[in-house]
């Protein structure tokens, strides 16, 4: 929550942080740098069959702020497809905990991974750890953010 948000007055009703219905834009949010991750980003590099056709679309789920795919931004952290059950599990991350996006994200992966012909199911597991930085921005996602005037 940034300090425009923030009530005046001690004990005020907090707003409601919860995302329902169309994406709302942040007000401001702070990204500081981090170390990274070693394992990070991950991109689908190397995969093939369900699990490629699992990457493939969540390069086609943008961030409701900026036109970069999920996957460019370093969002997800893996990805699991069990073809014998069809069972697909997508291991994500956020930007930061209090993304106003969050549902819309979390929904959006699931009807995106949902959609990949051989899965029945899918389930996308939200975890902090390890905290995303932008140096999990890919190159790719470095560069359309600089496109659409953001530096990086």
């Not at 996957?71 to 069972?87: F, K, M, P, Q």
């Not at 199911?121 to 496109?147: C, F, K, Y």
Request: overall charge negative; glycine content about 8%; charged content about 30%.
């Amino acid at each position: 929550m940034s300090d425009a948000e923030r009530p005046d007055e001690a004990g005020a009703d907090l707003p409601d942080e919860t995302f329902e219905g169309e994406p709302r834009y942040c007000s401001y949010t702070e990204y500081s740098a981090g170390t990274g991750h070693p394992d990070l980003p991950r991109t689908g590099e190397g995969a093939s069959g369900i699990e490629r056709r699992v990457w493939d679309v969540l390069y086609e789920v943008e961030d409701p702020e900026m036109p970069v795919s999920i996957v460019d931004l370093g969002l997800i952290y893996n990805v699991y497809v069990d073809s014998a059950s069809g069972e697909a599990r997508v291991d994500m991350t956020l930007t930061y905990t209090g993304c106003p996006a969050r549902d819309y994200l979390l929904s959006s992966v699931e009807r995106a991974v949902e959609s990949v012909d051989g899965v029945e199911d899918a389930l996308v597991n939200l975890v902090w750890s390890p905290e995303w930085s932008v140096e999990m921005v890919t190159e790719e996602g470095r560069e359309a953010l600089r496109e659409f005037g953001v530096s990086i």
